[in-house]
Antibody, heavy 121, light 108 residues
Framework: QVQLVESGGDVVQPGRSLRLSCAAS????????MHWVRQAPGKGLEWVAV????????YYADSVKGRFTISRDNSKNTVYLEMNSLRAEDTAVYYC??????????????WGQGILVTVSS | SYELTQPPSVSVSPGQTARITCSGD??????AYWYQQRPGQAPVMVIY???ERPAGVPERFSGSISGTTVTLTISGVQAEDEADYYC???????????FGGGTKLTVL
């Protein structure tokens, strides 16, 4: 079955960088768009970024544009989220989620268990 | 920026019908999706493309659309349905993903 496993979460100081990884298995990874979604403590879901099946298109929420970069390595069945210039408001559980074949329409039919990122001095 | 509006909370007694609404201007043009999130767990899709139910989701979950509002209906609510529910769609350009603020369903 579909499995998504996030890693790389940590406690980091404001202004520092962190890279999250999401290892996928159980499906043809290079056919699907992949997303990152986050949830601040006690808050709702916030979409972060999407990458098309072949990496040709990437889109970001305004709150992370210019600071975060989504990428993927289809040979390793892994999607990444490089987070730079981290702020306290980036503190959240980050979920990796499978999207549609190709890239759109945008939805999430499988989710990882989530990984906690804490930005604090 | 585009927004989806949900009521913060809905309460029902076991066996009753719960209806959770989600409003957004682009909903007539863009599909809506619904997710259930129990405490401490990852979200799970319960409705896709406005009205379709994924395999394994109980039949008591259904979706509908009327104009700029989509509705998640849970018939014969059970205690296990107590959770947060989020609607999700895309903006009119189909570029950006949007979530509603979430609705906490309480089973009395």
């Amino acid at each position: 079955q579909v499995q998504l496993v996030e890693s790389g979460g940590d406690v980091v100081q404001p202004g520092r960088s962190l890279r999250l990884s999401c290892a996928a298995s159980g499906f043809t990874f290079d056919s699907y768009g992949m997303h990152w979604v986050r949830q601040a403590p006690g808050k709702g879901l916030e979409w972060v970024a999407v990458i098309w099946y072949n990496g040709s298109n990437k889109y970001y929420a305004d709150s992370v544009k210019g600071r975060f970069t989504i990428s993927r390595d289809n040979s390793k069945n892994t999607v990444y989220l490089e987070m730079n210039s981290l702020r306290a408001e980036d503190t959240a559980v980050y979920y990796c989620a499978r999207g549609a074949v190709g890239g759109t329409p945008h939805y999430f039919d499988s989710w990882g268990q989530g990984i906690l990122v804490t930005v604090s001095s | 920026s585009y927004e989806l509006t949900q009521p913060p909370s809905v309460s029902v007694s076991p066996g009753q019908t719960a209806r959770i609404t989600c409003s957004g201007d682009a909903l007539p043009k863009r599909f809506a999706y619904w997710y259930q999130q129990r405490p401490g767990q990852a979200p799970v899709m319960v409705i896709y493309k406005d009205t379709e139910r994924p395999a394994g989701v109980p039949e008591r979950f259904s979706g509908s659309i009327s104009g700029t509002t989509v509705t998640l209906t849970i018939s014969g609510v059970q205690a296990e349905d107590e959770a947060d529910y989020y609607c999700q769609s895309a903006d009119s350009s189909n570029t950006y993903v949007v979530f509603g603020g979430g609705t906490k369903l309480t089973v009395l």
